[in-house]
């Protein structure tokens, strides 16, 4: 048996499917995109604060031979800011407990990048060896939305561990308040996608991309195509998901530890946080997980409320359409061509969500910490409960 | 009698405070599009230079003057060495020989060294000069690859002084 047909059994095509899906999306997707969303919080909050950002670093042409560099908007930073971190000395001080100072950046790191495995980045591509077309989620399972919530709050243990591993004192009341943090917006986080389960009876993240796609995206459930559907629900829906939304945002928001919630590691209070005692790459774990997890967070976002990687008009992977050259070319070629533009529409909706966290913290002040469990436990924790009932009500009457 | 403050009464927009925040997004946004339109505060500095906005008062490196015929206006009275708070400058005076048209003014330093690492641009060598022979000019941006270079010595301090013309006049001849 050759190495082909052997990679086209089932059990081998699925290994090493898997194994491509998850390079793509680790060393493809999200490692260019934690770099590149670090470059974009200096140039947008440059730009907001009337400034210009790095615009130096870019294409050094002189090297090779050309006339003059290209800076290139600066995206050079991109590259140079995690070589930077990488080169630098790894100070350890003496009175850290060793072994959990080691361990919390790596548990910082290591669950935004489990949550990606569960969300679909894209409808499909080519075609398997049983006929199907193979899905670009890593892990299709069932318990979807479980899964990412028991996952996304193991990050607070990396936190935590590192307050009190470090042994020194703004880093412990960092690591308190994260605890505490976590802990007045977990509740309010998983309560308020519950109506989403609700509405389309399913935990699994792709059946509610499908099911957006044909009843409209969950932010205002009015389908854009198979014709008009405008149940008396639907409208219902609108204003509770509304409220949903903006639930589920802002306790994202608390979740990744981002302005206006981001009191673990007040800068102005607390030295640097949790992280006061990292230096070298044991930073730039925290650094690039805190911004990691705002990806995954963003990409949670968008498959629950904006619609996954689906766009109206436009064809998933399954699609035997390109512009009436279908008959032209390789029959392959349509279902990998929408594949592709599926997985970058949901890319770009995650940039724009990054865009918007980038946007809110360098607008709105931090609150104060009294104010956080008052939101957390006595506004939030009651408008998801009620959310819940409401649409509950909503589905029981108006849908039949 | 203590000063009782009353608390602000707030409206139910402010209570929510969502409509606050996007009051702010809204401000956020267009300082963003305004400076990617491409104003901006920024001055990109090698390229730009602030050079023709500085006052007349700016007290950039310290420079040694010559009057209008060329001579050299120090008198090597080493008050300024003195005075100077970081000990940067150094003099070494010397006899003017009794063959030189300026003979009577007697002492002009053989060598006069000011330490730009040193130096801190506080004017107080060009305040305490009775010759009016030291002034700070506008030069900022003082570099070098060593400590030698950066090192001021007496060539160089007229070379960035150059001429300043009739200040004061008590060597000169009576009109």
């Not at chain 1, 908007?73 to 100070?91: C, H, R, S, T, Y």
Request: some cysteine; glycine content about 8%.
């Amino acid at each position: 048996m050759d190495i082909i047909s052997f990679l086209q059994q089932p059990i081998p095509f699925l290994v090493w499917t898997s194994i491509v899906k998850t390079l793509f999306v680790l060393f493809g997707a999200i490692l260019p995109l934690v770099s590149l969303s670090v470059f974009a919080e200096r140039k947008v909050s440059a730009f907001i604060q009337d400034r210009l950002g790095p615009n130096r670093v870019g294409a050094p042409a002189t090297l090779i031979g050309f006339k003059k560099d290209y800076s290139l908007w600066g995206l050079g930073q991109m590259v140079a800011d995690p070589i930077k971190l990488l080169l630098k000395e790894n100070f350890i001080p003496n009175s850290v407990n060793k072994f959990y100072y080691y361990i919390a950046p790596k548990l910082t790191m290591i669950p935004p990048l489990l949550v990606l495995a569960v969300i679909p980045f894209g409808s499909s591509f080519l075609v398997g060896p049983d006929g199907k077309p193979v899905p670009m989620v890593i892990a299709n399972i069932d318990i979807g939305v479980l899964y990412v919530f028991a996952v996304s709050s193991l990050g607070v243990y990396g936190i935590v561990l590192a307050g009190w591993a470090s042994n020194s004192k703004y880093p412990f009341l960092g690591g308190i308040r994260s605890s505490s943090q976590m802990i007045s917006y977990e509740l309010a986080l998983g309560l308020s996608v519950v109506p989403i389960f609700l509405i389309c009876g399913t935990l699994n993240l792709s059946q509610i991309v499908d099911w957006q796609i044909v009843n409209g995206w969950l932010i205002c459930p009015i389908p854009f195509v198979g014709g008009v559907h405008l149940e008396a629900w639907r409208f219902a829906l609108i204003p509770l998901m509304l409220i949903s939304f903006i639930v589920f945002l802002v306790s994202m928001f608390a979740e990744t530890n981002r302005t206006p919630f981001d009191l673990p590691e007040a800068e102005q209070e607390l030295v640097g946080g949790y992280h006061t005692e990292y230096s070298s790459m044991g930073f730039a774990l925290f650094f690039l997980g805190e911004y990691a997890a705002m990806i995954a967070g963003s990409g949670v976002i968008v498959t629950l409320f904006f619609g996954g990687w689906s766009l109206p008009f436009i064809p998933d992977g399954s699609s035997h359409w390109l512009f009436g050259l279908e008959n032209h070319v390789w029959h392959w070629l349509p279902g990998a061509f929408w594949g592709f533009v599926n997985i970058n529409v949901f890319f770009a909706k995650v940039s724009l969500l990054i865009f918007f966290f980038i946007w809110v913290r360098w607008t709105v002040p931090r609150f104060r910490y009294d104010q956080l469990m008052k939101l957390g436990w006595i506004y939030f924790f009651e408008i998801a409960l009620a959310n819940i009932f409401l649409t509950a009500l909503v589905l029981v009457y108006l849908k039949k | 009698m203590a000063l009782v403050l009353q608390r602000p009464k707030l409206s139910l927009a402010e209570k929510f405070y969502l409509p606050a925040v996007i009051g702010g997004l809204v401000l956020t946004i267009k300082h963003f599009f305004k400076s990617v339109g491409g104003k901006t505060e920024t001055m990109q500095y090698p390229e730009q230079k602030w050079d023709d906005k500085l006052p007349e008062w700016y007290r950039g490196a310290p420079t040694l003057v010559a009057d209008e015929w060329g001579r050299e206006r120090c008198v090597s009275c080493q008050l300024c060495e003195f005075i100077c708070p970081p000990r940067a400058i150094t003099i070494t005076p010397e006899e003017i020989p009794s063959a030189d048209p300026w003979a009577k003014v007697e002492k002009r330093p053989k060598e006069f060294e000011i330490d730009m690492i040193r130096c801190i641009y506080c004017g107080l060598c060009e305040e305490v000069c009775p010759e009016q022979a030291i002034f700070l000019r506008k030069d900022y941006a003082i570099t070098g690859y060593t400590r030698a270079e950066m090192k001021h010595d007496k060539a160089k301090l007229y070379e960035l002084g150059g001429v300043m013309p009739d200040v004061i006049n008590k060597w000169n001849e009576k009109k």
